[in-house]
């Protein structure tokens, strides 16, 4: 069976309603053989990173970065699950990636950082990014639910033997 990792860092009602949303989508009736795992991301592992096959990340935007709680999970899993390091430390190109993954990012003003932050680490695992980026920022409603609905079964509908 395939397994999805969900990673996030949900601390408002905001974000958590895009995650719930994501997980939901990740678990619709039409996806099968899918293994959906869910894991704050103070508490992911490379043990779960290396177990999956597929990533949703979720995070909110700080300061015009990701939050801290994902960059923990980065900075925790990064070269035991295959990152590549450039010259001078920072993250390099990755090798290539086959392990699909997703990501939203919720800000009250702008995404943009947070955005180029998780790409740019993400680009040094060996993952490839599977789906648009969802970008909210405002208010999450019904539109945003289902935009995370829909990533959320996306990823999974890709890992489906």
């Excluded at 086959?98 to 919720?106: I, Q, Y």
Aim: aromatic letters at 6%; charged letters at 15%.
């Amino acid at each position: 069976m395939a397994r999805l990792l969900v990673v996030h860092h949900s601390p408002t009602t905001g974000v958590q309603a895009l995650t719930d949303a994501v997980v939901a989508g990740a678990h619709d009736d039409q996806v099968d053989g899918v293994e959906v795992r869910v894991v704050p991301a103070l508490e992911a592992r490379a043990d779960d990173v290396l177990a999956a096959d597929g990533y949703l990340l979720g995070t909110t935007a700080n300061f015009g970065y990701m939050s801290g709680a994902l960059k923990h999970f980065f900075d925790t899993i990064f070269l035991e699950a295959g990152g590549a390091l450039a010259e001078d430390g920072s993250a390099g190109a990755g090798a290539g990636g086959k392990r699909p993954f997703g990501l939203w990012v919720h800000g009250r003003y702008d995404t943009t950082g947070a955005v180029r932050s998780v790409l740019s680490i993400a680009g040094a695992l060996p993952w490839v990014q599977a789906a648009e980026v969802l970008e909210v920022v405002g208010e999450v409603g019904p539109e945003q639910e289902a935009a995370a609905y829909e990533l959320g079964g996306t990823l999974a509908a890709l890992l489906m033997p």
